[in-house]
């Protein structure tokens, strides 16, 4: 491993703690304050290791925690608006980076956990967020953010057990249908 792959590891070690913490968080405001510096760690770590895809994904979190963080203050009719300008933005950045299949990975992990992140039930953040990191984990491994998908791993562990533990003693069913 050479040192710029070594430096990317760092960020991507940083990267996911940020998002360990915002899958503790309690209220969603500080859950978003956490996956804004997840981020920003993690679109580093993706540009020192070439991985495109990766990187721009972050680049669209960055801006998707900054809408959804004022979700609440916008105007009715345009909030299913900016969702599907997320959403689109997420897949036209897969179209423009992909190289190969394993870059389909991040664009639908994103997908995926920001229509469950657009939810107000944290507890169903917190199910798209296990989904999410699985999927993580595995390009992780493909584009050599080992760290990362060692966090990943990690994160997902850490995922299932605050569904849990965060739900035992509430009659909230965890999935409606």
């Not at 990267?15 to 920003?40: A, E, H, Y």
């Not at 994904?57 to 009715?76: A, E, G, P, Q, W």
């Not at 959403?87 to 994103?110: E, F, M, Q, R």
Request: with cysteine; charged share 15%; glycine share 4%.
């Amino acid at each position: 491993m050479n040192k710029i792959e070594m430096f990317a590891q760092l960020f991507g070690i940083l990267g996911s703690i940020s998002m360990m913490l915002s899958n503790w968080q309690k209220s969603k405001n500080k859950m978003m304050l956490f996956l804004t510096f997840d981020s920003i760690l993690y679109f580093i770590q993706y540009m020192l290791l070439k991985a495109y895809t990766g990187a721009f994904t972050n680049v669209i979190s960055f801006f998707r925690v900054l809408i959804f963080s004022n979700k609440d203050k916008m105007v009715t009719k345009y909030k299913n608006i900016a969702l599907y300008i997320i959403l689109l933005l997420y897949v036209t950045s897969g179209i423009l980076t992909y190289n190969s299949i394993i870059d389909c990975l991040p664009i639908l992990a994103t997908l995926v956990y920001t229509i469950f992140l657009w939810q107000d039930n944290i507890q169903r953040i917190r199910i798209g967020s296990s989904i999410m990191f699985s999927m993580w984990m595995v390009y992780d491994i493909f584009v050599k953010a080992y760290f990362g998908a060692f966090f990943e791993c990690f994160l997902l562990i850490t995922s299932i057990l605050s569904i849990v533990k965060l739900n035992k003693g509430t009659d909230d069913k965890i999935i409606k249908i």
